[in-house]
């Protein structure tokens, strides 16, 4: 019964960490409608136009990066083709304080839990870098890493502490870290942090 409860936990959690980055977007689409509702200024009216457009694309690449990260479709036993990855990827971090490296180099296809791990190990990394920065994924001797490029660039503890599955999980950002370990678990990876002079890096080594 402890599991399942732990299970129901970490669904609510990450539930709440979609709905927060969610929520921002959303809400200036609201805003702008209601002041191109009111506004007569043609001018102010071009400026809702712009805002709404902005944060409803907002809204749709984030959507897109999560369905692909966190959605069912297809079921897992698919391979997921990196195209879509880089893809949805490069366009979820286009325009943010953190920018995705070019996608190079890579299969054309892995198994599904393994790219799901990769999209949100990349997403977790990012809140290493709070004052922005770049991220790097790469494949290093059968080795994936996810390097944050910047400073500074650590993970907060509690983040850290869940991606590595330690401790109880009790924020929604340690949700999504602690479901990239499990995803990574399921395609046969385990995850270490590595602290090094160009950054913070995330690393998926095949388990023994």
């Known amino acids: 019964m402890a599991a399942a409860r732990s ?3 970490l669904v609510a959690l990450i539930c709440s ?3 927060h980055d969610l929520a921002g977007s959303i809400g200036a ?5 209601e002041l191109l509702a009111e506004e007569t200024d043609a001018a102010m009216r071009e400026e809702a136009i712009r805002l ?15 369905r692909l ?7 897992m036993d698919e391979p997921m083709a990196m195209a879509d990855v ?3 990827t490069t366009e979820y971090f286009n325009g943010g304080r953190v920018r995705l490296l070019p996608l190079t180099g890579l299969p054309n296809s892995l198994p599904k839990p393994l790219a799901k791990a990769l999209m949100l190990g990349l997403a977790v990394m990012a809140m290493a870098l709070p004052r922005g920065g770049a991220l790097r ?18 993970l907060p503890d509690d983040v850290a502490m869940s991606l590595l599955g330690d401790g109880a999980v009790e924020e929604p950002a340690g949700a999504l ?23 913070a890096a995330l690393r998926f080594f095949a388990k023994a």
Not at 29 to 33: E, T
Not at 137 to 154: I, Y
């Open 7 to 9: 299970d129901i936990d």
């Open 17 to 19: 960490k979609l709905c």
């Open 29 to 33: 689409v609201s805003n702008g409608a």
């Open 52 to 66: 709404i457009a902005q944060s409803a694309g907002d809204a749709a690449k984030r959507l897109a990066f999560f």
């Open 69 to 75: 990260a966190l959605g069912a479709s297809g079921g």
């Open 86 to 88: 880089s893809r949805v």
């Open 137 to 154: 994924l790469g494949l290093q001797n059968g080795e994936w890493r996810v390097q944050a490029e910047g400073s500074p660039s650590k």
């Open 177 to 199: 870290a602690r479901h990239a370990a499990d995803l990574a678990a399921t395609a046969g990876y385990a995850l270490g942090l590595e602290a090094g002079a160009e950054g």
